[in-house]
């Protein structure tokens, strides 16, 4: 019983292109998160969501969209790929009152050639 | 603005060594602390968390102190084992709402038979 899942796990697609990163979460969590991974391990947070806001990093480039189809799933779009968007992709949820323990999914690794 | 500061790696041991992982950190209110673990080719799991100055978050063998005087959060283990390989990342979160978490850089551990 996976609690958070993405789907696909690897990603490999051609610059210019646009593709989507599909998050679910078993958990009944209303809090979802976008989190990358670049190639030097640091981690850093795009989006943060539940049904009241959506919260964006401001270094996120306009690019990235999450889409929130329901409740239990946040997915995020990528138009117009770039070399520098190749990196790991974690999906996060949480739920009060346990809101500070975030969740992780397993990771999309995107690789832009 | 937030920010959290680990010590660079990677950090090699041997096996039964003790272990510790500075963490420090800036932040913009009362933040929670946590240390989350990457085994390889995995996603990234909570290893422990303290919400309050001076508590102390501990799970498998690891303990970290809340430390507000010194904006501390260090990681220690007594014996390590080889199954402690992994990446260790230190993180904080400020605030409620939809906030995501704030990231170290990682530490890479490698415990050696």
């Known amino acids: 019983d996976t609690a958070v899942s993405q789907t696909p796990k690897y990603l490999v697609t051609q610059m210019g292109n646009d593709k989507s990163i599909k998050c679910e979460q078993n958990?009944?969590?209303?809090?979802m998160y976008w989190y990358k991974q670049d190639s030097k391990k640091f981690l850093k947070i795009m989006f943060s969501?539940?049904?009241?806001?959506?919260?964006i990093n401001e270094t996120v480039p306009n690019r990235f969209s999450p889409k929130s189809p329901d409740k239990a799933h946040l997915n995020l779009h990528i138009n117009s790929l770039e070399l520098g968007d190749s990196a790991v992709y974690f999906c996060?949820?949480?739920?009060?009152?346990?809101?500070?323990?975030?969740?992780f999914g397993p990771g999309t690794r995107l690789t832009v050639l | 603005g937030n920010s959290v500061t680990q010590m660079e790696g990677p950090v090699t041991l041997s096996e039964e060594a003790f272990l510790t992982i500075n963490c420090t950190y800036t932040?913009?209110?009362?933040?929670?602390l946590f240390w989350y673990v990457q085994y390889p080719g995995e996603g990234l799991q909570l290893l422990l968390k303290?919400?309050?100055?001076?508590d102390k978050g501990s799970n498998k063998g690891f303990e970290a102190t809340y430390r507000k005087e010194t904006t501390s959060f260090h990681l220690e283990k007594g014996s390590v084992q080889v199954s402690d390989s992994a990446v260790y990342f230190c993180?904080?979160?400020?605030?409620?709402?939809?906030?995501?978490?704030?990231f170290g850089k990682g530490t890479h551990l490698i415990i050696q038979p």
């Open positions: 996060a949820s949480s739920h009060p009152p346990e809101a500070d323990t975030q969740y």
């Open positions: 958990l009944g969590h209303d809090t």
């Open positions: 969501y539940n049904n009241k806001e959506l919260i």
């Open positions: 932040a913009t209110g009362y933040p929670s």
């Open positions: 303290a919400t309050k100055a001076d």
């Open positions: 993180a904080l979160r400020v605030g409620g709402g939809a906030d995501g978490l704030t």
